[in-house]
């Protein structure tokens, strides 16, 4: 199948600072990437879409101010998580659409990146 | 978007096979019903979907009802890697932005050796 990968698995930061998450399609191009936060013990939350060369769709409840995303080319989004909190805190993924044979659709996510704020 | 009901969690043994039920009564007759599986600290990882007929993969089957109000997924031979997180998802028949996944809570599977 085909491979998203995130970087960096896991970071840790400073309360204040501003952490990029990039999310990478290795070998196929995605217009279309979705950005996905998850807390402990919870289910994957829709974050944003990410359009490449326009500006992303974010969803009720998430600001953009704070969570900037960046689809420059292709083949890789960026998340920039703005002005870090502890609650910010989480497991955010990445994923994108892929067309597949016979006109079938799959999402393929990546590995996941553990943000801690301290 | 349509709701999806899974049992909060399921326990089985290795090598038996699983059935891990979805009730989706609100199902329109565009949405395709996906599965896909989360190992912990890891992204969801796909592992079928289907319209209206049952479907077979390497990894699993998917039984659809003829009323598509519920479908089945089934683990032929449990491993213990096959423990994780199981969320059935209704996707609309559109592409775009409209692929976006909405997760439920979905089922956590316990495998015991």
């Known amino acids: 199948g085909a491979v998203v990968s995130q970087h960096p698995s896991r970071v840790i930061c400073k309360s204040g600072t501003s952490v990029k998450i990039e999310c990478r399609s290795l070998?196929?191009?995605?217009?279309?990437m979705f950005w996905y936060r998850q807390f402990p013990k919870q289910s994957l939350m829709l974050m944003a879409t990410?359009?490449?060369?326009?500006?992303?769709?974010?969803e009720q409840g998430v600001e953009k101010d704070k969570f900037l995303i960046n689809h420059a080319s292709l083949t890789l989004s960026t998340l920039t998580v703005t002005s870090a909190h502890p609650e910010d805190s989480s497991f955010y993924i990445c994923s994108a659409r892929v067309i597949t044979g016979k006109g079938n659709t799959e999402a393929f996510f990546g590995q996941g990146t553990r943000l801690t704020v301290v | 978007d349509a709701k999806t009901t899974q049992p909060n969690s399921m326990e089985s043994n290795e090598e038996e096979p699983v059935h891990l039920p979805c009730n989706h009564s609100t199902i329109s007759g565009t949405d395709y019903i996906h599965w896909y599986r989360q190992l912990p600290s890891q992204g969801p990882e796909y592992v079928i979907h289907g319209l209206t007929s049952n479907v077979n993969n390497r990894m699993a089957s998917l039984a659809i009802a003829e009323d598509r109000k519920s479908s089945t997924l089934i683990l032929h031979r449990a491993t213990l890697r096959d423990a994780a997180v199981y969320y059935c998802?209704?996707?609309?028949?559109?592409?775009?932005?409209?692929?976006?996944?909405?997760f439920g809570k979905g089922t956590l599977l316990t495998v015991n050796p």
């Open positions: 990410s359009n490449e060369g326009s500006k992303a769709t974010y």
């Open positions: 070998d196929f191009q995605a217009t279309t």
């Open positions: 998802i209704l996707r609309q028949n559109s592409g775009g932005s409209n692929y976006k996944l909405t």
